[in-house]
Structure formats: structure tokens, C-alpha cells
């Protein structure tokens, strides 16, 4: 069936109503909350959550005993993950720059969200100084009616694309779970592999088992890809390398930088390495594996910060990094470690494989659905969404 067809079918020759967002919703920005209601973690008391910009988990910025908000709503960020939409159902008090949208009609709040999430990156904001959104440059914004008139019917199509669009969410979010449950688990083998108790096995320090060399700027940096990635700052890459400068089959952590220091990663191909990091490799693969050694440092980034260097701008210096004691047991219990991390990685990081792809097909598939059931036609041009 065609994409026209589809529609045509759901609407069965009914209208279209296009309404400015600001005669469907009430709009309003988050402001401060007083210093007397505001707790960093969740008490008997402070256990309305405080929301700011951000996406999931990160829009949590604190809780308070006062819910600004407390009906169903929708909130649209207003800094930084700009036009951001998310769909609220419990009480919350939204702090600036996050914009809050209240129905002002009767209305099924979730098909207005799926509708949003079509048009979250269109928003037009001025170039010059810090980028944001603001109440007047989304209340022009124009939203779909179907049967404008006949609310029995409208509400019933809003329900019924709703269910459909549900479905792909909820089985998004159950994986999304599933994946957060075996990271959890990854995280737990991992611990449990990798801590030793004292006379178990060989202490060993790094400089004296691995050859430790920092980074160079390359001669060359090219925005478009070629043979070698440019490896720079932990997990940044700000460019591709025309050469590289190491072979694969190493470890490697950020010298300096507030953000990537304890990130460790770990290189299978040839890359140039930037002059940010370290890299590190087994003088003796006979005695320590380079991939043991990856997952070491991964599960112990507490060590990595705690060689960090307070003070203008911090830094690791490669002689403390060179002292770090680490575990050596034999190399048949290393390739073992290696074996078994190796699976749980592959199920939860790779792009290719396991869950993450998964993920993303179902996202895919989701976003397909979603425009197809929101591509309303349109009378007449409507109106942009810009400053």
C-alpha cells in the first residue's frame, strides 16, 4: 500500500486543520527554584524531580518538595540538546530553558509528542551568541487536526495512531532495557574477573610490563575519511589521518583533559594517535596480553583519575602512569578473562551485532511509521518555525 494511499484510507476524505502550537498548548518556561526546596539526591521529602535540558536521565537536575507542574505535559529543550521534545505524566518542576507545553484543549497529549518528535530539529535559531529557543519562536509552529470537525472522531484517530506508534516505542524501550540489564551484568563479570586478592597473583608496574609512548600531531589532518582514523582526547575524533603512527592492537587513555582522563580504549587496526594520549603495549605478549590489560584499566578508571594532576590544566604524567600497579596472573587465566569479556562486549557494544543494532533498527523503523502516520497533507504553505 502507498504512502498515499494509507492516509487516505485513515483520513477517508476528511480535512486537515493546521493550528498555531500556540492555540493548542499553554507555553512556559521553567524559571529557579528557592534554595530552601531544593535537594542534589531523592529524600521522603524532596521527591519531585527538578528537570532541566537533556536527554533521558541527564535532564534530571535535582528534586524539591514543589510540582510546578502537575498534569501531563510535554517539555521542549530550550539550550544545549535544542528542540528536544519529551512527554511528561508525573508532577516535575522545570527549571530555565526548559520550555513547558500544557494542553489548552481536549486533546490525546501522545499523539502531539509523536507529532513534535517530527519536527524537533526544524527549529530555526539565531546564529549569533548562545544558541536557544524561546517561547515566540515555537508558538507559530504549526500542528495537524485531523477531523476538526468531529472531536469524537479526531481523538479517536489521534488514539488510534498513538497505539500504533506505542508499539514501536515499547518494544524500543524493552530493549533499551534489556541492553541497560546485560551492561549491568557486563559491568558486575567484569568487576568480578578482575579483582584479585593479595598473594593471588603477580603486581606488576605498568612502565615495567608495557612500553608507554605519547602521541604526535600528524603532519596532515583531512575531513574526510581515509585509511586511518585520528584518535585524539579519549573518545574524539576530530579528523582522519592521511599515515598513522601505530599498528593496532593497543591500549590507549588521554594524557590530559578534564572530560576524557580514565577513558581507556583499545585499537584492533591502524590509527594515527594524537598528542593528547598515551598509548601502551606489552613489551612480552607471552606475559601480558594487550586485551587483559584494556579490560583492566576499563573496570579500574578510578586508578587512571587518581593519577590525575590538579592545577591549571589536568593532567596524567606518563611517570606516575608508568608506576601504576596492575594484576598479571598467568596468561592461560588472561586469555580466559579475555574470552568471556569478549562475549558480553560483542552483545552490548558492538554496531554491527547484539543489542545495539537491534536498537537502532527499531528506531529506524519507529521514525519510518511515525512520518508516515503524521505526513498530513497541507492546504496552503504554513507558516516556518524560526526566531
Known sequence: MSESTFLEKMLDGAEVDWKPLGEVFDVFAGGDVPKEALSKIKTEKFNIPILS??????????????????????????RGTIGWTSYRTEPFFPIVRLLVLTPKVEMNLRYYYHFMKTIENDYKVAPAGIPQLTKPMIKDA????????????????????????????????????????????????????????????????????????????????????????????????????????????????????????????????????????????????????????????????????????????????????????????SPTEQARIVAILDKFDTLTHSISEGLPREIELRQKQYEYYRDLLLNFPKSEPQTEIVA
Open 53 to 78: 535540558n537533556g536527554i533521558g536521565g541527564r535532564s534530571l537536575y535535582g528534586w524539591t518538595n514543589i510540582p510546578k507542574v502537575k498534569k501531563p505535559s510535554l517539555t521542549i529543550s530550550a
Open 142 to 329: 504549526q500542528l495537524p487536526i485531523p477531523f476538526p470537525n468531529d472531536p469524537e472522531k479526531s481523538l479517536a484517530i489521534q488514539a488510534e495512531i498513538v497505539r500504533i506508534l506505542d508499539t514501536f516505542t515499547e518494544l524500543t524501550t524493552e530493549l533499551t532495557t534489556e541492553l541497560t540489564d546485560r551492561k549491568k551484568q557486563y559491568n558486575y563479570y567484569r568487576d568480578q574477573l578482575l579483582t584479585f586478592e593479595d598473594g593471588d597473583v603477580e603486581w606488576k608496574e605498568l612502565g615495567n610490563v608495557t612500553e608507554i609512548n605519547t602521541g604526535q600531531k600528524p603532519s596532515e589532518i583531512l575531513e574526510s575519511a581515509t585509511d586511518f582514523d585520528y584518535i585524539n582526547a579519549g573518545t574524539s575524533r576530530s579528523g582522519y589521518s592521511a599515515n598513522s603512527n601505530c599498528e593496532g592492537d593497543i591500549v590507549t587513555t588521554p594524557s590530559r583533559g578534564q572530560g576524557g582522563i580514565g577513558y581507556v580504549g583499545y585499537q584492533k587496526r591502524p590509527f594515527w594517535l594524537g598528542a593528547l594520549c598515551y598509548k601502551m603495549k606489552s613489551k612480552d605478549k607471552d606475559f601480558l596480553i594487550n586485551k587483559y590489560l584494556f579490560y583492566f584499566l576499563q573496570s579500574k578508571r578510578e586508578l587512571l583519575l587518581g593519577l590525575k594532576k590538579e592545577g591549571g590544566v589536568p593532567a596524567v604524567n606518563k611517570s606516575d602512569l608508568a608506576k601504576l600497579q596492575i594484576p598479571v596472573p
